[in-house]
């Protein structure tokens, strides 16, 4: 008896020790993460919250009543919808594409590789200036992509302040560029890392190409996949930078505010200094993300291969 | 059926660029493997015996010569309509198939005329399986079974569509030891069963000699010897063959031959009868473990071969001499002579007499390294 509560003195002497190797580790992430977190949560309930004095009027869901009624905030969760439900598919398909293209050529494979991953080192906002440009019609010139149209007798279109499917467009096709790059460069290594000799047996038994792809490579293959849709539907639902990045930072006058810029503005902009909206649109991106990020994992796992 | 190489050649660009010359893999093969039986391609490793394998099921292109699936010239059709199963090292199992449908996959390839019903796939996919005793196995993934166990599907997944022709690369490689003697029985007993040609690939000559119809020990490309696994053990026709097969391997000491009789040192190993009209020349003497016959000194009858005993080695079946000479081909050498258990020998004494059974003495040239004697 006063041999097992020796050790459980012990135990507990280790267990002590263990708490206070963590305690550093633990006293940042409970200050920096956690306190944040749950300090969200509460003035996303507390009503007319002033930063500045402290003070709110009062408790209870008044400020998701608000969010969810404002019209900027529906047509910010509309354009984030639109975006994630075309960039993300699409994107992850034509990276799989291009590394498929990679993967099998031989000569100059690290040059393409390298040209293909260079948009990820460049500094998005500036190449959103040149994404404007390029489709911006002005009252001096129409702009690359309309010159362009005009020699399939097409347009001109204001891509930049007109229709809304034309913003959309241009806001999609930004959006995959940016995050085609590091897509493909985790499908290249994950397509070099399927050992050869699958592909040689296949071979063997007289498997045709597209059967070689579906069967064996893309199974191989499908952890990298789900990896990249999963996070590519957590980036593509945080997206703001790349908005501000074509269409300025007045976005809900254009008409392509995302939820996140939503967010900031309701702290930062031109109608700010609302935290508590802020927070009840941040908590509103939080469950709409959690939501989909379980089903992804639902998916992945049921149809995981290992 | 038979396969027949006339004059197969591989030659590789060499993998350092700046060295020009082509690395020779496979050298001006020519010879005919005979129907229904199971081959050895033995050889140590990088002597080209994989990139064989590799031309018999067209993975890889020669660079020159041409192979025969009994009259057919098969050396420019695509591997995957030459009718070969293989079973690779890795044995290259689909990882997210279960036993089942990779036994099946090469079924479900067959197109036109050859396409199979489900019914009929299941029904092949189980005959196979029934031929390397896995039916029960036939849900589990390859991650669930043991190596030997996933050889077994890899053997049924190259039988499945029923080979002209079945290739297994080191299929023993990968298994322990005691699974390693039980699968290589199975391979003959399978083998046995379907009488197809099989050609395998190893480096390990026991595992060659056990199962064997034909061996072919290949050296850096080239073809040394090929013949019944007894005959080249028994006939080598040179110092590389006797050295790579045996084990424990053939000793090898320096000698020569002087007015027709053998010298190992100032030892008289034979006499003329054995030498017969060989000029006098340095030679290489090989002598197999089983060759040597003990001798005691005082027994008066002294041996012909006088050593150094380092240790004796009691195994129960037998007994291991170990000694030294000063004459080894490899200064240095632990030889290693197996004598009946029955035989007495005192570890302590200091030399260590044999005589020797002229059967089991090989003698090979000082130069080319071929036999002499």
């Known amino acids: 008896m006063s041999k097992n509560k020796g050790t459980s003195t012990v135990a507990k002497l280790r267990s002590l020790k263990a708490w206070l190797y963590l305690l550093p580790a633990l006293l940042f992430l409970g200050v920096f993460m956690v306190y944040p977190l749950i300090d969200v949560l509460i003035y996303s309930f507390e009503e007319g919250y002033n930063s500045a004095s402290q003070t709110s009027f009062g408790t209870g869901i008044y400020n998701y009543a608000y969010v969810l009624h404002d019209p900027y905030f529906l047509q910010a969760v509309k354009n984030t919808f639109i975006i994630v439900i075309i960039t993300v598919p699409l994107s992850t398909i034509l990276a799989l594409l291009i590394s498929l293209g990679l993967n099998s050529i031989k000569k100059l494979k690290e040059v393409f590789q390298t040209i293909f991953f260079l948009p990820y080192v460049t500094n998005t906002l500036a190449v959103g200036l040149v994404f404007m440009i390029m489709f911006k019609k002005t009252p001096y010139t129409d702009g690359l992509v309309n010159m362009i149209l005009a020699i399939f007798k097409a347009g001109p279109i204001d891509f930049i302040d007109g229709p809304y499917w034309a913003k959309m467009f241009v806001m999609c096709f930004y959006t995959i560029w940016v995050v085609l790059p590091f897509k493909i460069l985790i499908l290249t290594s994950a397509l070099a890392s399927v050992d050869d000799v699958y592909y040689k047996a296949a071979r063997i038994d007289g498997t045709s190409r597209f059967r070689m792809f579906t069967n064996i490579t893309l199974p191989m293959i499908s952890p990298m996949i789900f990896y990249l849709v999963i996070t590519g539907f957590i980036g593509a639902f945080k997206a703001y930078s790349d908005e501000v990045a074509i269409f300025g930072t007045d976005l809900n006058a254009a008409g392509m505010n995302t939820i996140v810029g939503y967010v900031y503005d309701m702290l930062y902009g031109d109608s700010g200094g609302y935290p508590s909206y802020a927070a009840a649109a941040a908590l509103i991106l939080f469950a709409i993300v959690f939501t989909i990020t379980v089903i992804n994992l639902l998916i992945s796992k049921k149809t995981s291969i290992r | ?373």
């Open chain 2, 1 to 373: 059926m038979k396969i027949r190489f006339e004059g197969l050649t591989k030659r590789f660009p060499n993998r350092n660029k700046k060295i020009k010359s082509e690395v020779v893999a496979v050298d001006n093969f020519t010879f005919e493997i005979p129907d229904g039986k199971l081959v050895g391609l033995l050889g140590p490793s990088g002597c080209g015996k994989s990139t064989a394998l590799n031309l018999i099921c067209g993975l890889e292109v020669p660079t020159e010569g041409r192979i025969f699936f009994d009259d057919d010239d098969v050396t420019d059709i695509p591997a995957e309509n030459r009718g070969v199963g293989m079973v690779f090292q890795s044995y290259a199992l689909y990882p997210h198939l279960n036993v089942k449908k990779n036994i099946m996959f090469p079924l479900q390839n067959l197109k036109g005329e050859q396409k199979l019903t489900k019914e009929q796939m299941e029904q092949k996919a189980l005959e196979a399986a029934r031929i390397v005793q896995i039916e029960e196995l036939m849900d589990r993934k390859p991650r669930e079974m043991s190596g030997g166990q996933q050889q077994r599907v890899a053997i049924a997944r190259a039988l499945v569509k029923m080979p002209r022709v079945l290739l297994l690369d080191e299929p023993l490689s990968n298994l322990d030891a005691r699974l390693r003697i039980q699968t290589r029985e199975e391979i003959k007993r399978i083998q046995n069963e379907t009488k197809i040609t099989t050609v395998f690939v190893t480096h390990d000559q026991e595992e060659a000699m056990s199962i064997s119809d034909l061996i072919v020990v290949m050296k850096d490309g080239a073809i040394h010897q090929i013949g019944k696994p007894q005959d080249v053990y028994d006939q080598p026709c040179n110092l590389f063959v006797a050295k790579f097969l045996g084990t424990p391997p053939i000793n090898v000491f320096k000698g020569r031959i002087n007015g027709g009789e053998l010298y190992i040192g100032d030892d008289k190993i034979a006499g003329k009868e054995f030498v017969k009209d060989i000029s006098d020349q340095e030679v290489f003497i090989g002598i197999r473990p089983e060759g040597f016959i003990l001798r005691n000194e005082d027994g008066g009858k002294k041996g012909v071969f006088s050593s150094k005993l380092l240790a004796v080695e009691v195994m129960g079946r037998d007994t291991s001499v170990v000694f030294s000479s000063e004459h080894s081909e490899v200064e240095g050498t632990r030889h290693r002579a197996i004598i009946s258990s029955e035989e007495h020998i005192d570890p302590s004494s200091e030399k260590v007499f044999f005589d020797i059974n002229p059967k089991k003495l090989f003698v090979f040239s000082g130069e080319s390294q071929e036999r002499l004697i």
